[in-house]
């Protein structure tokens, strides 16, 4: 690997109200240096992230690149430097085109062509396997494929420092070992990347070096691949804070909710039609729903909360025919839903997490008569922040505040404190670190034994396995059977992952028999 410095931060300090995000923070990456950032969510990893690419300047301190001392003028000015990144929440204009969105990083001599510009975004997309139309808007693609067009950003532009938070979040394995042998290249070749994962394994297998942030200070440092990832995670969250969740085996009550050869066709033309899908789901179980992003989980989710409207004998709920009723008759009965986006869907980015409680718990005795009972919802709100370790500011701070795992136990807890009887959760801990998942990992487990239905969609399949008492997968729409996780092998689920698995009549009648079993 080669020595020469490429990036020195020294003494980096930048403030928030209330709170000091990075306190004196030191790091320095070498030249083709795979270089990890780690640390809990609100570490100051994403604010440090922010400083390097020029979004923020620090209060105090120096950034060095390339033995030079500067100011950055803004993004602009890194991606002149070569400094690219991907951020966790993504920064693409939903109205305008994959192209556009990747014009828009580009000098105009580049970006001026757009037919040569649609064929260089094809080329790589398709080279690292992460498929993309340029002519498609960004409203139209699922969570997953807004990151990739994140990632190819990127990779179209000659940086020689790619910063990337989070790129692995929303990958299915195959993807990531195609991103990983990509920046081992970029590498080789002298490209400098920080990577922040809270995938601690992923690390180990490849980053050079980690550097560790605790509360906005530099904690300490090893070279991953020679110590465990529990020894990694005892230097990110102390030795007080449970590294795993421990999953007791249940006994599945009664059936509670019954999809019956369900159809929806995607008003979205872009968008995935579901397609005959049948399943059940019990009282006291965790069910997983793997899959590659696109391929119907975000219709599925809108099918189970009422966003999208489907037959109404298709869809039963405690014996009630409720495909036709929309979500605030489904909150009524006792669905809850946590949906992959946080900040827009799950909660209004500009407002308070007061009124983000609001928004979704109001039938918890937080109105009367028409009227906002504004303690009880301020009072709600703190318990949400107290029960589930949320950090911020204050229960006034806005949405967008907060980091994206501080967020996410937010989201968690504002739903589970409704004590639903069915909890739709889609990608529950995604980019969050190993104390953020354990938490909401022990608030899905404490669902399940209180007696509610979980289901769990999910692209991390270490967390299906480990929650999960059965699972299946989605593919173009279809849904595979839904079997005791025991009998799945993760080649197993990859295959069906690929819609490599049984017609929908063997699912029902499989999963019909593991159930009454």
């Not at 990747?102 to 080279?127: F, G, M, T, W």
């Not at 180990?204 to 980690?210: E, G, I, T, V």
């Not at 589970?416 to 938490?439: E, I, M, Y």
């Not at 669902?447 to 692209?459: C, H, Q």
Request: overall charge negative; aromatic content about 4%.
């Amino acid at each position: 690997m080669a020595t020469a410095e490429r990036l020195r931060l020294e003494n980096i300090v930048k403030e928030y109200p209330g709170c000091r995000a990075n306190d004196g923070v030191h790091l320095t990456v070498q030249a083709g240096e795979i270089h990890a950032l780690l640390g809990e969510n609100g570490a100051g990893k994403s604010t440090l992230m922010k400083i390097i690419y020029g979004v923020i300047q620090p209060d105090a301190g120096t950034v060095t690149w390339n033995g030079r001392p500067l100011t950055l003028q803004g993004p602009a000015h890194a991606r002149e430097l070569g400094i690219g990144m991907v951020f966790q929440h993504f920064s693409l204009f939903e109205t305008l085109t994959v192209a556009e969105n990747i014009a828009l990083s580009l000098p105009a001599s580049q970006a001026r062509d757009r037919s040569k510009l649609d064929a260089r975004i094809r080329e790589v997309s398709e080279h690292y396997g992460m498929e993309l139309d340029p002519r498609r808007f960004v409203n139209t693609l699922s969570i997953g494929e807004r990151q990739r067009v994140e990632i190819v950003r990127c990779l179209i532009q000659d940086s020689s420092l790619l910063i990337l938070d989070e790129p692995t979040s929303v990958l299915t394995p195959q993807e990531v070992q195609v991103l990983f042998r990509t920046l081992r290249q970029l590498s080789k070749e002298g490209c400098s990347i920080l990577f922040i994962s809270h995938k601690l394994q992923e690390v180990r297998d490849l980053c050079h070096r980690a550097t560790v942030l605790r509360q906005g200070k530099v904690t300490g440092a090893c070279n991953p691949g020679e110590i465990t990832t529990n020894d990694i995670a005892r230097m990110m969250v102390g030795d007080e804070t449970p590294l795993s969740t421990q999953v007791d085996p249940c006994e599945p009550g009664a059936l509670l909710l019954q999809a019956n050869n369900l159809n929806y066709q995607s008003r979205d033309p872009f968008g995935t039609s579901l397609q005959a899908i049948s399943m059940s789901l019990r009282a006291g179980e965790i069910v997983g729903i793997a899959g590659v992003a696109g391929n119907g989980q975000d219709e599925l989710l809108r099918a189970l909360s009422g966003e999208a409207k489907v037959n109404k004998d298709s869809l039963q709920f405690n014996g009630l025919s409720i495909g036709d009723t929309g979500p605030a008759v489904r909150r009524g009965l006792g669905v809850a839903v946590v949906p992959e986006e946080r900040l827009g869907r799950g909660a209004v980015p500009a407002m308070s997490l007061v009124d983000n409680s609001l928004l979704t718990a109001s039938g918890q005795g937080l109105t009367s008569r028409g009227w906002v009972s504004l303690g009880k919802v301020r009072d709600y709100a703190s318990r949400v922040v107290e029960q589930f370790g949320v950090r911020t500011a204050s229960i006034d701070s806005a949405a967008t505040s907060l980091s994206g795992g501080n967020l996410q136990k937010f989201i968690i807890g504002r739903e589970a404190l409704q004590q639903p009887k069915l909890l739709v959760a889609s990608h529950p801990t995604w980019g969050v670190d190993v104390g953020s998942a354990v938490a909401i990992h022990e608030a899905l487990v404490k669902l399940r034994d209180e007696g509610a239905a979980v289901l769990l969609i999910s692209e991390d399949l270490d967390e299906l396995f480990q929650l999960c008492g059965r699972m299946g997968a989605i593919c173009a729409g279809k849904l595979s059977p839904l079997v005791p996780t025991s009998e799945l092998t993760i080649e197993k689920l990859g295959q069906w992952m690929a819609g490599d698995f049984p017609a929908t009549a063997t699912a029902t009648t499989t999963e019909t028999n593991h159930a009454v079993a």
